[in-house]
């Protein structure tokens, strides 16, 4: 075998070996996200490589792929572990993203061609149509998500990335859920109403604010939901004790 073909199976199997990656990423991104793994629980390398009949190496791949998204903690000398997010945390994310997809549905009315709006505008009716046949959760969040990547695709290269790093840490956090749980209520649907009406008639504002209370309306049914599965609000240090010699002193002072 020549260099050249040594040098191609070695490409190949890296492109493999990060496919693979990716999807184990995404499987276990799903059972976090269906609380099949519970905060805190470890996820353990040997483990995950006899059940998927994988490598170490894409074991860690997925892993590391896994944290960038906030959805474990890998610790030295320990492991990974599934993080325990806090409302908070995930209510400030969800603000941050309400922000750029508000200028992402601005940018494609501003910059987006007749071709991309019309195309915005179908996928639009079909998420809309979706809804009222009460598809499942996950084909409505693809859908969205298609939406929202061809708005992003309007905007500069900067603010695409901030989209992306900002959507990669949300997007599973109960998204699923609470879409589903609100099947047979109105929903964020009034609001994508908005959206496509302030996109076909260019109006960047109304397009705009619609497309952010879209994320306001998740925010709050993934904070809702969150406090219905148990308290996850970040708790304070406890306030530090005085010390003995503190503690005459103050009773010296005070007579006590």
């Not at 994310?93 to 992402?104: F, H, N, P, Q, S």
């Not at 708790?235 to 503190?246: D, H, V, Y």
Request: hydrophobic share 40%; charged share 30%.
């Amino acid at each position: 075998m020549g260099t050249t073909d040594k040098t191609a199976n070695a490409s190949d199997a890296a492109v493999s070996a990060v496919s693979a990656a990716d999807d184990l990423a995404q499987v276990l991104r799903i059972r976090i996200q269906k609380s099949e793994l519970a905060p805190g629980e470890w996820l353990r390398e040997v483990k995950l490589c006899n059940e998927f009949g994988v490598g170490r190496s894409i074991v860690r791949r997925a892993l590391r792929t896994l944290a960038d998204d906030g959805l474990i903690e890998i610790e030295e000398n320990r492991g990974a572990c599934v993080s325990a997010t806090t409302v908070e945390e995930v209510f400030d994310l969800y603000e941050v993203r309400a922000a750029l997809y508000g200028l992402a549905a601005r940018f494609a009315c501003l910059r987006g061609s007749d071709a991309v709006i019309r195309s915005i505008l179908e996928k639009i009716d079909a998420l809309l149509a979706q809804a009222a046949e009460t598809a499942p959760a996950e084909q409505i969040i693809e859908t969205s998500e298609a939406i929202f990547s061809q708005m992003a695709d309007c905007a500069s290269v900067d603010a695409q990335r901030m989209i992306e790093a900002v959507r990669r840490k949300t997007r599973f956090h109960f998204s699923y859920v609470a879409l589903a749980i609100n099947a047979q209520g109105p929903g964020p649907f009034e609001y994508w109403r908005k959206v496509r009406e302030g996109l076909e008639a260019r109006d960047a504002e109304k397009a705009s604010q619609g497309a952010r209370d879209i994320l306001y309306y998740m925010q709050g049914e993934v904070a809702r939901i969150m406090l219905a599965r148990g308290p996850r609000l970040r708790t304070e240090p406890p306030a530090a004790q005085p010390t003995a010699s503190k503690r005459a002193s103050t009773r010296k002072r005070g007579g006590g």
